[in-house]
């Protein structure tokens, strides 16, 4: 018996030439395929890398020296020069606190995961910290200067999601069929088909002639937390409301950056972003002078346009035009 039990200590040591997380490092992608090539196709992999992300550091770091804070995040412990790491999650066992990215890393304790098979020939430390909304909300929250002050993990928490314990994990890394998903979709990485899925899934849009009026009307049907959220000062989602094949009314739901009273296109140059997102259940109602037809249309685009130019970059950046999703009356013929 005694052997026995020597022999099951040694082979999973032997199987993975060292058992903590951090002796096996270098070695997850070559055991863990598919949640390796997943996690290489997600944003988390190359966070540090787009070329707004670049631009604006340099900006962060001439207006507020943030770049430091930044990076905090975008290239955080446990990750490489290019973003996070199997490390920054899977060795994490909690944080100084959300919003700057500082995650309390074990490296030289067990790897984190939601269950013990006891397949693993290293060791496991099931549940913690791993699995709840504050490993994401160490990020997806953001206390910093301008209008860089982003709450998702606050909104969560006051959210009937989080009380009907609903985790950000079990919204954006579960695939098909229950399966575990290393490339959480967002509005940056996404294709045209998953931004519109995503987006389409969380609001309900309809037009519908009352009276002398074209009325669109978007619910926000999503109730994790607003739509859209986080970074919204970087991304362009609208509204349009179309009559007789004119654009007529045009309701914003991506957050505007602002310097006193004015716009301005460049995070730093802004003291806030003026949050104009629709929260679970929130209905935005858009009308104007009704014609024969009309039709609204829920539109988005990865940066708004002022931003790329405002950094210099090449236009193509902020990425086309997508309808998310149309509703028109009298319907389509
Ligand atoms: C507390 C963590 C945190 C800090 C600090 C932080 N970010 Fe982010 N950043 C995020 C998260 C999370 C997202 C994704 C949010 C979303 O998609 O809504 C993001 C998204 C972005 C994006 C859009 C994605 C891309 O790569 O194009 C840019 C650009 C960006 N951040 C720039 C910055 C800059 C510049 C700073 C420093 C002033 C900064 N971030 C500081 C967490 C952080
Ligand atoms: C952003 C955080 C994060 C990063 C980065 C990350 N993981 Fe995970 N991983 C998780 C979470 C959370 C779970 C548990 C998900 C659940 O069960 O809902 C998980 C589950 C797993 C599982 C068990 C489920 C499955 O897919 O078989 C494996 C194996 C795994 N991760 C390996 C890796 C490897 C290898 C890397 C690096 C290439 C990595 N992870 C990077 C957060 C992360
Ligand atoms: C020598 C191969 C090997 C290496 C190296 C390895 N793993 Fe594993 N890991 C496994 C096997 C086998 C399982 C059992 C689950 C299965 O059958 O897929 C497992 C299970 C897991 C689980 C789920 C927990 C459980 O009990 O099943 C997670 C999470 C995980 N590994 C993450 C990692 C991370 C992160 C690294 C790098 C720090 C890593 N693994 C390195 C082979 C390996
Ligand atoms: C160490 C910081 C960090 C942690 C922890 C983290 N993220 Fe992120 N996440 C980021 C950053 C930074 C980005 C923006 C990357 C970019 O687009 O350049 C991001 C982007 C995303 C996106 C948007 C992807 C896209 O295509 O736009 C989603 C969704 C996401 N994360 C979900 C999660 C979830 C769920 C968790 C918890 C399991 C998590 N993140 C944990 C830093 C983090
Ligand atoms: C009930 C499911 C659900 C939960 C829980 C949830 N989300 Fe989301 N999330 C969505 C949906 C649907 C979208 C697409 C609509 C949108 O952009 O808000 C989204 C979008 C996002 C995006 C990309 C664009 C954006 O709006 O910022 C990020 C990043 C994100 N969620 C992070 C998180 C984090 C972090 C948590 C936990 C604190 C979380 N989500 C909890 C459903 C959920």
Redesign the pocket.
Known sequence: MRQAGLLLLLIPACAGGGRSAGELAERCEGCHEDAAAEHAA???A?????PV?LALVDEAQRSWKAGAFCLG??R?AG?TEA??GCL??HA?YGNLGPGD?A?LLDEGGPVRAAAVSGRAPHEVAPGGFLVS?D??G???QVEGPGPFREGPLDHWRASSAAARGET??R???RGGEGAVTHR???????SVAEVQALLSSAVRLSVAREGDDAVARLTAVADGHPTPD??AFLRAVWLDLEVDGAVVATSWLSARLMAGAREVALPTEADRAELRGLAPGEVRTVRAPAGARARACLRFQRYPPALVEALGLDPAEAGPVVDVACAEYPGPT
């Open positions: 997600s944003r988390h190359v966070a540090a890398t787009s992300f995040c975008h955080p990750g973003g996070l920054t999650c994490a990215g995650l909304a490993l994401c160490t990020c997806h950000c994990q919204c954006h890394m959480p979709v967002g509005l940056v990485g996404g986080g970074a």
